[in-house]
T-cell receptor, first 115, second 114 residues
Framework: NAGVTQTPKFQVLKTGQSMTLQCAQD?????MSWYRQDPGMGLRLIHY???????DQGEVPNGYNVSRSTTEDFPLRLLSAAPSQTSVYFC??????????????FGPGTRLLVL | AQTVTQSQPEMSVQEAETVTLSCTYD???????LFWYKQPPSRQMILVIR??????QNATENRFSVNFQKAAKSFSLKISDSQLGDAAMYFC???????????FGSGTRLQVQP
């Protein structure tokens, strides 16, 4: 099991450019989420998905789009990058089961710098 | 919406001593999960301990234990026999059973002195 994988690890963008952060999991988890972490802060939820074809906004969704066409993949799209989107981005997945085994598994993160 | 508050931006502990990190949360949910995650300089998010809200018994994982007070909405982490490798950022997080996504506190930076 690779767990949750994210690509790229690091990216530099110019203001106004668009890009897609890739996220994949091989654990057959129904639930997936995207977070951003700014310096000295906790992670904040951007978007989440409760299953293939179902997505919804988190606390800081502006400037980002997501889709979930398969259980495995949950890409995050930056539509027009802004310096305020400079951050570390984490993708995560959850089993969603009962019985006390719920855990959120995180990818290694993508560092994004917008100039 | 739920909120998570960590009121201690930084804590310091001597090696082999015990330290307690505080966390309070606010929610109208009755069923949820609470977590403590550790984030070392590598930025990797490492699960430390998990608590199910319906369980009254406090979770324990080796040197790590929690004091879960559901009525007070408090979820503190106790680290016993602190080790140099425990130095990191620690985040308290809340998970609702609907979204299965996390709401994080702002974190506590733990330093361990030799």
């Amino acid at each position: 099991n690779a767990g949750v994988t994210q690509t790229p690890k690091f990216q530099v963008l110019k203001t106004g450019q668009s890009m897609t952060l890739q996220c994949a999991q091989d654990m057959n988890h129904e639930y997936m989420s995207w977070y951003r972490q700014d310096p000295g802060m906790g992670l904040r939820l951007i978007h989440y998905s409760v299953g293939a074809g179902i997505t919804d906004q988190g606390e800081v969704p502006n400037g980002y789009n997501v889709s979930r066409s398969t259980t495995e993949d949950f890409p995050l799209r930056l539509l027009s990058a802004a310096p305020s989107q400079t951050s570390v981005y984490f993708c995560a997945s959850s089993y969603g089961g009962q019985g006390g085994l719920e855990t959120q598994y995180f990818g290694p993160g993508t560092r994004l710098l917008v100039l | 919406a739920q909120t998570v508050t960590q009121s201690q931006p930084e804590m310091s502990v001597q090696e082999a001593e015990t330290v307690t990190l505080s966390c309070t949360y606010d929610t109208s949910e009755s069923d949820y999960y609470l977590f403590w995650y550790k984030q070392p300089p590598s930025r990797q998010m490492i699960l430390v301990i998990r608590q199910e809200a319906y369980k009254q018994q406090n979770a324990t994982e080796n040197r790590f234990s929690v004091n879960f007070q559901k009525a007070a909405k408090s979820f503190s982490l106790k680290i016993s026999d602190s080790q140099l490798g425990d130095a990191a950022m620690y985040f308290c997080a809340f998970m609702d059973t609907g979204r299965r996504a996390l709401t994080f506190g702002s974190g506590t930076r733990l330093q361990v002195q030799p």
